[in-house]
Nanobody
């Protein structure tokens, strides 16, 4: 079992920044690929960013160049730095883990999920 706890969400004006954190339990964090997903009201949960065990990063086109995913295996934490935020980034953001070498954008491939953190971007 892996427990994931997100933090760092909030209300920010368009153009602003937020940094999300996801703290994971367990001693095998470094063996997991991690993903950040988001779900806006009335929409399906979608992939935003992912990081492999080796540290390779992947981004949805909608966030590329504005968001940065990183991980600190010593702290069992994955981060999502979000810059130049737009109102369309408003969503609940979830982190997820999968016991695999690689990242995938498919949400069904992830084994464990956090409870989510709300990000609201005002125009």
């Amino acid at each position: 079992q892996v427990q994931l706890v997100e933090s760092g969400g909030g209300l920010v004006q368009a153009g602003g920044s937020l940094r999300l954190s996801c703290a994971a339990s367990g001693r095998t964090f470094s063996s997991y690929a991690m993903g950040w997903f988001r779900q806006a009201p009335g929409k399906e949960r979608e992939f935003a960013a992912g990081i492999s065990r080796a540290g390779a990063t992947y981004y949805a086109d909608s966030v590329k160049g504005r968001f940065t995913i990183s991980r600190d295996n010593a702290k069992n934490t994955v981060y999502l730095q979000m810059n130049r935020l737009k109102p369309e980034d408003t969503a609940v953001y979830y982190c997820a883990s999968r016991d695999s070498l690689v990242v995938t954008a498919s949400r069904t491939a992830y084994d464990f999920w956090g409870q989510g953190t709300q990000v609201t971007v005002s125009s």
